[in-house]
């Protein structure tokens, strides 16, 4: 069964910065483009960021550019999310899931064509 590890979350001020891991051992995650969402409090899930199977590939949600940076260790079977001046509105549960359509990202993330989702990592912005 495909499925996918997040990590990284936390508890941080705003200004701070984080690093989310989004792994697996039992896949190639390298033949894969694979997005992160974010679901904020009474919110749906929405996407943030997706980098292809080239790694060159990448998207990002206008909340997110200029702050995150996406990336991808495919020997390490990995794709990590980079967050750095972090917003209040930047709290909240995230997870990953493989792009099912192709390799390469989308021009919009739409949530019901990524799957093999985590259980998510948590992200708490607060001073």
């Known amino acids: 069964q495909l499925q996918l590890v997040e990590s990284g979350g936390g508890l941080v001020r705003p200004g701070g910065s984080l690093r989310l891991s989004c792994g697996t051992s039992?896949?190639?995650?390298?033949?894969?483009?694979i997005g992160w969402f974010r679901r904020a409090p009474g919110k749906e899930r929405e996407g943030v960021s997706c980098i292809g199977s080239s790694p060159d590939n990448t998207t990002y949600a206008d909340s997110a550019k200029g702050r995150f940076t996406i990336s991808r260790d495919n020997a390490k079977k990995t794709v990590y999310l980079e967050m750095n001046g972090l917003k209040p509105e930047d709290t909240g549960d995230y997870y990953c899931?493989?792009?099912?359509?192709?390799?390469?990202?989308?021009?919009?993330?739409?949530?019901?064509?990524?799957?093999?989702w985590g259980q998510g990592t948590q992200v708490t912005v607060s001073s």
């Open positions: 039992r896949f190639n995650l390298g033949n894969y483009a």
């Open positions: 899931g493989i792009y099912l359509i192709q390799n390469s990202c989308p021009a919009s993330m739409s949530l019901t064509d990524f799957g093999a």
